[in-house]
């Protein structure tokens, strides 16, 4: 059995895990294939990072978000990709998650990041991006169709310390 049989194994025998009931889209925020994503396949499931879900524009629908930086930086009223960031982790959305690295009370969606669980996976800390964390997460959470948009993860920054822990999560799954 695999590292992730056994992880889910335990979650199951404990009563905390429910299979995923439908197929998962993680989408990141790179234009070339962002909008390739299933928005109008209620099937789906739709993941996305950040700031994503305040671009009802761009994506057309989330089900879950994962916030995963520090709190000085999610709280920050001078945040350069939208200022009203904070603000809007704030609000109530309903039914949706954001996956953070600790519940937040101040933020009622959001949801702790089972890092410990995530790291029992594997023996290696390959979760140096929010891509490569909401794949891990979605492995960990037994989904066995993942789907994957706009993570191209090829500017420098992105490429030197990124590329490889995602490209380790993808030939995991």
């Known amino acids: 059995m695999s590292y992730a049989g056994n992880a889910i194994s335990g979650l199951w025998e404990a009563g905390v895990y429910q299979p995923p009931p439908r ?6 925020s790179h234009p070339d294939t962002r909008e390739n994503a299933p928005y109008d396949d209620p099937e789906y499931e739709i993941w ?6 305040q671009k009802p524009e761009i994506y057309k629908r989330w089900d879950a978000s994962l916030q995963i930086h520090n709190e000085d930086v ?3 009223e001078t ?5 009203d960031h904070w603000r809007w982790l704030q609000q109530d959305h309903g039914d ?6 600790t519940a937040d009370p101040r933020v009622p969606n959001s949801v702790r990041y089972p890092i410990e669980g995530v790291r029992a996976l594997v023996p290696y800390k390959y979760l140096r ?4 964390m909401a794949l891990a997460l979605a492995i960990y959470l037994g989904y066995k169709d993942i789907s994957l948009y706009g993570s191209d993860l090829s500017s420098n920054t992105e490429y030197h310390y990124q590329a490889i822990n995602y490209a380790f999560w993808i030939g995991f799954a």
Do not use: C, D, H
Request: proline share 10%; net charge positive.
């Open 23 to 28: 197929p998962l889209a993680i989408v990141g």
């Open 48 to 53: 996305l990072f950040n700031e994503a879900p």
């Open 74 to 76: 999610y709280t920050s």
């Open 79 to 83: 945040n350069w990709v939208n200022k």
């Open 96 to 101: 949706k998650r954001i996956f953070m690295q």
């Open 129 to 132: 991006s929010s891509p490569a």
